[in-house]
């Protein structure tokens, strides 16, 4: 996807607070930047990929190699069933495929015989035929129990349970020496690097996202974005709420993103001008946001603001200061030069 918006920062470097001030403070401008409008809707976290395995035989489990919250990579062993009834059956369709073969070759040589005989008008019609029949009989149990070993093989497979892709580990549904039949669960799994996002967009601003295609998926936790690989919108409303679902396919390696998680989906629907200031000026204290301000003067001041969203290592400030005030990076520092100039003042 495209860039949504570039933030300009003025930095004034590093300019004196008052005449005779033994240090300076960083300083940034604060001025309205041009920023998409967005709507934001909640959207949930989901596997992309997700599977449970399950039992294509019947048995007792002997071994499971993995728990909740493990990684199993591509191919690794998740259960072994116990084999020994499946492997005897293999041997006995190895041997009764061994007879099939040995029967067949004598009946084959009986027919080639035969048929040379009947050339030479030295045996009769219905002979040839018994044999040629019996010959046709010896194949087809050749083929039978051809089918029987393959069948053996798969089922002896079919003991040892192997994870189709990597992933993570979501539920465990078996102990070992639990008795399971075929269809029964074992595991529960996702891949943890194919994650989207579903979200219902309203009526009202989904001719936008169908004309701009622009969206962000932004983590609760911090405000940060995370990268989208694809849109999907779907062609129909939900006749309940007449919103649109939409999937977002986030890109490979999210840290910290699970299925799920709630996020927010901020769609673009027009553009707008906001104050934009560095995270690190913000001044908590409670339930209080404030800033340092540097006036023309060099005199420092201590302002209440009310802050709204995040955007990447900046915070919108709602109200409490003006475009073409400075603000001072460093809060510490301006905390003790604020102090130093009221001392200065009495």
């Known amino acids: 996807m495209r860039k949504l918006f570039t933030i300009p920062l003025i930095a004034l470097g590093l300019v004196s607070t008052a005449p005779g001030a033994a240090e300076t403070l960083p300083l940034y401008a604060v001025e309205a930047v041009a920023m998409p409008l967005e709507h934001q809707v909640d959207g949930v976290v989901e596997a992309r990929r997700q599977a449970t395995i399950s039992s294509e035989v019947a048995g007792k489990v002997e071994e499971v190699n993995f728990d909740v919250d493990d990684v199993v990579e591509k191919g690794a062993v998740v259960v072994r069933i116990r084999d020994r009834e499946y492997r005897a059956r293999l041997e006995k369709a190895r041997a009764v495929l061994a007879e099939a073969q040995a029967n067949e070759a004598e009946a084959r040589l009986r027919y080639q015989r035969s048929s040379d005989l009947l050339k030479q008008k030295l045996v009769a019609q219905s002979a040839f035929d018994e044999v040629s029949a019996a010959y046709k009989a010896a194949q087809a149990?050749?083929?039978?129990?051809?089918?029987?070993?393959?069948?053996?093989?798969?089922?002896?497979?079919?003991?040892?349970?192997?994870?189709?892709?990597?992933?993570?580990?979501?539920?465990?549904?078996?102990?070992?020496?639990?008795?399971?039949?075929?269809?029964?669960?074992?595991?529960?799994?996702?891949?943890?690097?194919?994650?989207?996002?579903?979200?219902?967009?309203?009526?009202?601003?989904?001719?936008?996202?169908?004309?701009?295609?622009?969206?962000?998926?932004?983590?609760?936790?911090?405000?940060?974005?995370?990268?989208?690989?694809?849109?999907?919108?779907?062609?129909?409303?939900?006749?309940?709420?007449?919103?649109?679902?939409?999937?977002?396919?986030?890109?490979?390696?999210?840290?910290?993103?699970?299925?799920?998680?709630?996020?927010?989906?901020?769609?673009?629907?027009?553009?707008?001008?906001?104050?934009?200031?560095?995270?690190q000026a913000l001044v908590s204290r409670s339930e209080i946001n404030a800033l340092y301000l540097r006036a023309n003067d060099g005199s420092l001041e201590f302002r209440q603001v009310r802050i709204g969203n995040r955007y990447g290592d900046r915070l919108e400030i709602l109200a409490g200061i003006e475009p073409g005030e400075t603000v001072v990076l460093d809060p510490v520092r301006a905390a003790i030069e604020l102090k130093r100039q009221r001392g200065d003042a009495q």
């Open 141 to 279: 149990r050749v083929v039978s129990a051809k089918a029987d070993l393959a069948q053996s093989e798969e089922q002896l497979d079919y003991t040892v349970v192997r994870a189709p892709y990597g992933g993570v580990v979501v539920e465990r549904h078996v102990e070992p020496g639990e008795s399971i039949r075929p269809g029964q669960a074992f595991m529960t799994g996702y891949d943890p690097g194919q994650l989207r996002v579903s979200a219902s967009v309203p009526q009202s601003i989904i001719a936008s996202l169908r004309e701009r295609r622009e969206v962000r998926v932004l983590a609760l936790e911090d405000g940060r974005s995370l990268p989208i690989d694809r849109i999907t919108i779907h062609p129909f409303a939900n006749p309940q709420n007449h919103s649109f679902p939409v999937r977002l396919d986030l890109g490979p390696g999210q840290q910290h993103v699970y299925p799920g998680m709630l996020v927010k989906v901020a769609v673009t629907v027009g553009e707008t001008t906001r104050l934009l200031v560095p995270r």
